[in-house]
């Protein structure tokens, strides 16, 4: 008997608005494989996985469920024709036990089951044991560490036996250790004959499991292979490290603050609830100078960067200037110049351009605003055009700009830019990428940078920090990174 | 603490109302008028609390059911005159139509337009009831000719036994299969359908059987008190009553929300010597309990840890 493909997807469209996520996808998965789909932060790959599941709608193309199309269904019904999909966070529910939380996705979708079905309590406790859950299945998942509210998550997905299985960023979160047995888990149920979706950043963390991967770029599939060709593929290699990189480092002793750096982060560590969002991280920014901090999403940057604005209670410490900014608040912090552009650029949607500028500078007397806002038109020369236009209605390129230009009307002496690049075309990269050379050419103005795509990040750093699963793994110029890291990146 | 089992919830509750049934022999008339009256204020509270608990969705309109059911009932005794118990059933008939009209519009729309929608339908049956005099009484309100009993004592007992057997199947539904379903829908509506479960149809189930114990509350509410008025069965500030009876009674509880009525009656009933004040400190007090007490007086009592 031919294997029969378990997930079959073909022409798979979804546009946001203007936007278009995910353009004519297509991936099969038979029965008894693993395939990964990888893409940087902004590929549309979960977006794939939601129109699989039919928690969105596809615009136009197929979804074949063991041969059934469901391309539009309600993803009640996508679920009953044998799909399943294991959430990268999980929302268990916590007045309930955690057999209870497995029994709830083994009950039928029936308003009339209104007593407990014994042989579900014995099923509960097989798949519960089957997962590693034996231990703890008359706890509250309040009180388990976050291993184990995964593990609920992936019972709670196989408990209807799907054919195919989604699961979102598997190893997101977890120790080496965790990573280890998740996996183990992982090729199991894969043994069982399920087809399996891994939806991850790179290729490095599923590359032990997978058969095939597919990598995707602006929800476009670039390339499709096994993980080692993939790895070797050209156009993966050119999204993740870039063509050839450019580097205008200036040496650290060129910095006169050497014996005081502007600001320093020392032995910081953050926890969200179980999970440890940042271990020990220690970098130092001097006045002046642009770092860059790389790393894949979910490394740690923006949690790193929200600490330092404030936004974050945290162990260890951060000093401006030496002085310590714990006990300064958020609004403080900002206000005494370091800056953040969020990466979700949370800007003023229904606010004009200018009127989203002009906030931007309320604190300062008008004839300075006013200075301050010609000079931003002249390094954004588009936003001088947009000015009437409201914020909501931008592209994501100038709606970047627009954030950037709005911090920069305060003044700031420490810039903090959150993924800049997230999501938009390489012309538009151009454009910020010549801001940022001006202003560190003509300004004062220190910047910190956080970034997974490596071209933009190098030719604007002075020193360059990557950032891995919380930890700051490597420290160094940018001339250094592309022979020492470049491959480890992928 | 583990709290308290399920089972053993309901034994303490049937021996707590089995004391309350002989409290006709302790106090006065006035009294049981009292706790009548907040017995239903009960039901009508732990019919909200299984839509906010467990399905998740902020109705800001019981009274839009409520109201339904006992004009219909009243109305329909008004005009014809057949038995009681038949106004009761079509009252409770109409409720649960009425809810089912406004549930499937509102449950398609998400977050606070959810509650928007309960809030306007409460204003527009208002508005009807007023504009609408010749059969509803108007602003005078409606005065029914029927009433159950003259008893104190059989409109209590009635009461008390109605919102126990109420309290039961909610409580126990709540608890059921289905009740973890709806919890689940209210909790995370994508991971419930990515189980596979029709959170809309889920939600729909819930709102009737809110809508039915609703409705039929009020039909019997009027035909204890003998009258039925937009301002004690429909005006918002009955339905802010409700919500506060259930949210100090404890969300998520069914049956805190019996406490959190009994409560407000009492309340209102023991400051009634400051007047106008009393209002004031009764929201208050509600206040306080929802900052300090989210869990509510039943949180308190069975001691179970709400995790945030």
Redesign the interface.
Known sequence: MAAEAHLEVKGLTKRFGGLVAVKEMALSIEAGKILGLIGPNGSGKSTVMKLI???ERPDTGSVRVNGTEVAGW???RI??MGA??V?QHS?P????TVL?NI???L?P?K?T????DPATDDHARVIAKRVGLDAVLDR?P?TLPFADLRKIEIA??I??NPQVLLIDEPFAGLTPAETAAFSDLICELRDDGRAVLLVDHNVKSVARLVDRVLAMYVGERIAEGTADEVMRNETVRRVYLGGSIETAARPESAFRDNKTPFLEVDKLSVFYGKAQALDNVSIHVHASEFVSVVGLNGAGKTTLFNAISGLLPYSGDIRREGSTLRGTSAAAIARGGIVQCPEGRELFTDMTVRENLDLGGQHLPAAESTEQIEWLFDLFPILRARQKQHAGTLSGGEQQMLTIARALMMKPKLLILDEPTLGLAPVILEQISKALTRLRETTPITVLLGEQNVTFALPHADRVYVLEHARIVWEGGPARFAAEMGTGYL | MQSLSTTRILLIALCVVIAAAFLPLRVTGYILGLLTIAYYTGVFAMSWDLLFGFAGEVNFGPTFLIGTGAYTAGILDTLYQPPIWLCVAAGTLAAVAGGVVLALPALRVRGPYFGLTTLVAVLMLENFIIVDAHLTGGENGLAIPDVISISDTVNYEIALWFMAVSGAILFWLARSPVGLILQASGQDAVQAGALGFNVTKHKLAAFIISAFFSGLAGALLVFYVGSASASSVVDITVGVQIIIAAVIGGRRTILGAVLGAIFLVAMSEALRPIGDLSNFVVFAMALLVVLFFPSGFFGLLTRSKEPN
């Open positions: 599941m039919g928690i309600p993803s009640h679920a009953r399943g999909i959430f929302r529910l916590h007045r309930q209870e029994k709830l996705a009950l979708d308003l089951r209104l007593f407990v509250r309040g709670k997905a408990a209807r």
